[in-house]
């Protein structure tokens, strides 16, 4: 993704309003607290968002005071004066503990989650890339909150395996993997080991099992390449929380290309990569990924555990199991979502590594329908670029609002990559995102 200076040219921006209320967010980075009582210094957390931040402010406040950084926050944003809980798209987000929060290429959603005594209530999950170990071997993380601005963080819920013997050895995976022999062990550590991709993690709960699966982009190299997307699978793991722990199931090429089209890379038939999950109101469950080396997306139907597709590549019917959308079109971050008005929305972006591009929509009234392409749903400066971000979801509110989210990947410093949040509107059946430099949810 692009990583230019926008973080620095919002903070910028914001220092250079010179109100206590703008420094004290931008100092702070804080996105997802109560900004009136981060004033008062009663915030929770509020220390360790200081001291979290303090730490970038000399550079950052000498650039803005020097004016050396443009900015693209609106006129009506400048004037804003923020004294409510507000979102902040790209300011660096805390837990409730106070730790940046470590969820890239994830998913946000509301499901059911259960608490000690297994006892369940709806609450939003935030599902994504703990990159603090950069750009391999990421655990996956889980955070579950009540409000979308307070995030609980529960635990890296699925991980990576640092050695083959901490499979025999250490009690976390003895618990998972007891049943298994030693050359199953010897496959799981060839697949999740700490230097595979892990990436793009996405959870569905499965209410026939009352348990929760969760797919992923499983990646290395191979003997034939060094690149490490070269072997293009998707991975998938069970639990019964999604605080984890997730048990790995295994990874698997999908769906190919019918002989009777035009396969873009026919040398390496089924590949799985950049990923998403989508559930239909009646239970139904896809899995969307880019394939055909990043050519072509797909969308496959799952199995009723959703732990694998429908029907076997090998035997899947065109249309009926899975369909590819706009073959050569090279999208990948796919976003499968279904509007209020009941029809399908992909959305995706273009193939250009952690650099930003410019997002496309789909649409279509089935999801194995006839796709039309509706082009790029965002409007104003830097539309083209998507906000400087990549997709990886867009979630509904429980008021119903919509909500695009975003990765602003900074490739030098994985960890440190921000969300962007906007609101995601209809324009009669056309989707629409603005920036936003900061908002209320609805
Ligand atoms: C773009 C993908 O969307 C990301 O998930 C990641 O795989 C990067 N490419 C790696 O360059």
């Keep these: 993704m692009k990583h230019c200076n926008k973080k620095g040219k919002r903070k910028a921006k914001l220092i250079g309003l010179a109100a206590c209320v703008a420094a004290t967010v931008t100092l702070s980075g804080c996105s997802l ?17 200081y001291a979290n931040e303090n730490q970038q402010m000399p550079t950052e406040v000498a650039e803005a005071q020097t004016g050396s950084m443009d900015n693209n926050i609106t006129d009506e944003a400048e004037q804003k004066e923020i004294t409510e809980i507000a979102i902040l798209p790209g300011a660096s987000w805390l837990d409730t503990d106070g730790n940046v929060i470590q969820a890239h290429g994830g998913q946000i959603q509301l499901m059911p989650v259960p608490d000690e005594n297994g006892v369940k209530t709806e609450k939003y999950v935030w599902v994504g890339e703990d990159k603090s ?57 060839n697949c999740i080991n700490k230097n595979t991709v892990i990436e793009r993690p996405k959870l569905l709960y499965n209410h026939k099992n009352d348990n929760y699966v969760l797919w992923f982009h499983s990646d290395d190299s191979t003997e034939k390449n060094t690149y490490k997307y070269d072997v293009g699978m998707a991975g998938v793991a069970v639990s019964d929380s999604p605080a984890g722990p997730f048990k790995f199931l295994g990874r698997y090429r999908l769906s190919q290309c019918p002989d009777e089209q035009i396969d873009c890379f026919p040398s390496s038939k089924g590949e799985a990569r950049d990923m998403n999950l989508f559930q239909d109101e009646d239970g139904t469950a896809y899995v969307t990924y880019t394939s055909e080396n990043n050519k072509t997306l797909y969308i496959s139907k799952l199995n009723e555990d ?27 971050a796919p976003v499968l979502f279904k509007g209020d008005n009941g029809r399908y929305y992909l959305m995706s972006s273009s193939t250009t590594g952690w650099m930003s591009n410019q997002a496309r929509v789909w649409s279509a009234d089935e999801i194995f329908g006839d796709w039309q392409n509706d082009g790029n749903p965002c409007v104003g400066t830097d539309a083209d670029i998507t906000f ?17 989210y975003g990765d602003r990947w900074n490739s030098t410093d994985l960890a440190d990559s921000r969300y962007i949040w906007l609101p995601l509107n209809f324009d009669g059946n056309r989707v629409v995102i603005k920036w936003e430099s900061d908002f209320v949810l609805k």
Excluded at 37 to 49: P, T, V, Y
């Design 33 to 49: 607290y109560d900004i009136a009582d981060l004033f008062s210094g009663l915030g929770k957390g509020s220390e360790a968002l």
């Design 133 to 189: 170990s950069g750009h391999l071997g990421n655990d996956v993380a889980v955070y579950t909150s009540d409000d979308l601005y307070h995030w609980e963080f529960q635990g890296d819920v699925f991980r990576a395996v640092e050695s083959r013997e901490q499979l025999d050895e250490d009690s976390y995976f003895q618990e998972l993997y007891q049943d298994h022999t030693s050359d199953e062990l010897d496959e799981i550590y």
């Design 388 to 404: 400087d971000t990549q997709s990886t979801c867009v979630f509904q509110t429980k008021e119903g609002q919509w909500i695009y």
């Design 306 to 332: 959703y732990t694998y597709l429908s029907t076997d590549p090998e035997k899947a019917v065109y249309k009926e199991d899975f369909i590819r959308i706009f073959p050569g079109a090279m999208r990948e």
